[in-house]
Every structure is written in structure tokens, then in C-alpha cells.
């Protein structure tokens, strides 16, 4: 059975590229070795896609004896319930979560030349997305019964913090 790896992170936070990464074996994360397959309908659908054949897509991906590189939405933890609808239907399918946190000033010009159904978006609270972004992930990891993998791609490249430098990252701001 193959093992999911959740990436989320608010808008821009640089989810859709870090995935491309990891599988061109251009980054690595802890403890994800082997073959690696990427959820190309998670880079690609928008919300009304997702809402009506992502969870039945992912389904078919569960055959696989891979780590599958997902890339979440919000809409995925909140309105659709994605890894929580899994963890339900098939109990022994490992989910991990990845959260990308992305110092929220930077996410405006990462998000400026996105063309689709949500961008532009003006007067977007990208603190306040990025706050939500961290809680329901954990809230989610506490379903899991897992500890997030936590990934700061604000800077040239990307690094692994733990959850303390991501509290730290968080103060600064208030």
C-alpha cells in the first residue's frame, strides 16, 4: 500500500515547487526514500475538481507501493476532509504531513501572477492564512496521531525547522 505525504502551507508558500523537488531529487526529507510518485491532480485541479474526484483519485493511488507527494489545499482539511475521509475508509493507510511555512510578507508577490479561479485576490490576509494554515495542520497530525515534517521556504532555499523555530518565526510577527 503506498504512503501519502501531505504538503500544506498557505497560498504561495511554494507547495506545487517544493514537491517538483523533491521529486527530481533536488531536496530531501527525512526518512522519504524510495520511489516517489507525484499526485499530478493535486497540482493541477482547483477546488470544484478536488471537491468531486480527488478523494476517489487518491483512492486509486493507494495500490501503489510508493510515497505519493500530495499537495493539500485548505479546502481539502476544512470544506472536503480529504485525510480525515482516508484515515476513516482505510485505517492502515500512512499519511504524513509536510507543512510549508512561508514568512507571510513574502506570499503577495509569490501569488501576483497567478491567473486561475482565486488570484488575484485583493486585500488577501496572508498572516491570517498562514495562521490557519499551522493550526489545522495540526489539528490534523493530532488525528493522525503524527508530528508534522516542518519545512521554512522563505529564503533561497528551502530548510527543516523544527516546531519551536516555527513558534519563534510566528513571535516575530506579533
Sequence with gaps: MAEFIWFFGASGAGKATL????????????????????CR???????AQRKQSLEEQLGKYT???SRVLIKGQSSDLTDFRTPYNLKNKMPELK?????????PELLPRRTTHRKDDYWPRPNHDFSAETAGQIEWTYELCKALNTN??????????PRIINGK??????DKKR
Excluded: C, H, M
Design 19 to 38: 514537491i517538483e523537488k523533491i521529486a527530481e531529487g533536488q531536496f530531501q526529507i527525512p526518512d522519504v526514500l524510495g520511489e516517489l510518485v507525484v
Design 41 to 47: 491532480e493535486s497540482l493541477e485541479w482547483g477546488r
Design 63 to 65: 495500490l501503489l507501493e
Design 95 to 103: 499519511q504524513r504531513i509536510v507543512l510549508i511555512y512561508t514568512k
Design 148 to 157: 508534522p515534517t516542518i519545512i521554512d521556504n522563505s529564503g533561497v532555499e
Design 165 to 170: 523555530e516555527l513558534i519563534d518565526l510566528q
